[in-house]
């Protein structure tokens, strides 16, 4: 099971899925977010891997109310932030967000057989976000192996994050040997409504540092 958002990591989390396993299946969220355009990104990503299975969660808008990604928070999307803060988390931090995600994705994988998930999070070239952190990815396995049936009974799941401890030009090229299009991807959190990704907030400032980092050319288009 991939969680698929359709942004870069995702996209690379799931070609080392697929190179692992020629079973996979892909869950995707639409929770109102400003970039529901990554939901289209997802769906191309699934198509250029072959995936089998895709599932699109809609989760409710409300349940994240308190998230510059919801539109109707009135909070702004930050721009053009010091990266380098990386004890301040910023507005675009989406409350329990993997949190829930990974628990639809353990429920359809314990109701499917299926004993590992995968997921993009990555703790060196990110936002500050408290769910993409080695230790929370831990404690969610080992919760996911105390809380389902399969796990008391022996079958335990594996919460896997390939990414983690990757620097962003790393991923890119480790996506570029797998073989990732990164033209189907989206990582902008605030586009305009072309889709055209705004080139300040935080994900397209990482996006953008690790495409020249990596020395691999940059296939987004950015307003600015």
């Known amino acids: 099971?991939?969680?698929?958002?359709?942004?870069?990591?995702?996209a690379t989390a799931a070609a080392v899925a697929v190179r692992e396993s020629s079973n996979c299946a892909a869950m995707t969220f639409r929770y109102g977010q400003r970039h529901e355009v990554e939901v289209e990104s997802a769906r191309k990503l699934v198509a250029f891997f072959g995936i089998?299975?895709?599932?699109i969660v809609?989760?409710?808008?409300d349940v994240f109310q308190r998230t510059a990604?919801?539109?109707?928070?009135?909070?702004d999307v930050p721009k053009n932030r010091d990266l380098r803060?990386?004890?301040?988390?910023?507005?675009?931090?989406?409350?329990a967000r993997n949190t829930l995600f990974l628990a639809y994705a353990l429920a359809y994988a314990e109701s499917s057989g299926i004993r590992s998930i995968y997921i993009g999070v990555?703790?060196?070239d990110y936002s500050g976000y408290p769910d993409c952190r080695p230790e929370y990815i831990d404690a969610f396995e080992r919760m996911?192996?105390?809380?389902?049936?399969?796990?008391?009974?022996?079958?335990?799941?594996?919460?896997r994050a390939p990414l983690i401890a990757m620097s962003k030009?790393?991923?890119?090229?480790?996506?570029?040997?797998?073989?990732?299009?990164?033209?189907?991807?989206?990582?902008?959190y605030d586009p305009g409504p072309d889709g055209v990704s705004c080139g300040e907030c935080d994900s397209c400032l990482l996006r953008r540092r690790g495409f020249i980092e990596a020395g691999v050319a940059d296939p987004t288009r950015y307003g600015k």
């Open 85 to 95: 803060r990386s004890d301040d988390i910023p507005d675009t931090y989406v409350p």
């Open 122 to 124: 990555n703790a060196l």
């Open 69 to 75: 990604l919801n539109p109707s928070s009135g909070i």
């Open 58 to 61: 809609d989760i409710p808008v």
């Open 144 to 159: 996911a192996n105390l809380g389902t049936r399969a796990g008391v009974e022996g079958r335990s799941f594996s919460i």
């Open 1 to 10: 099971m991939i969680l698929l958002s359709g942004g870069l990591d995702s």
């Open 52 to 55: 089998g299975t895709h599932l």
């Open 169 to 188: 030009s790393d991923i890119i090229r480790l996506g570029r040997d797998l073989g990732v299009d990164y033209s189907l991807t989206h990582s902008c």
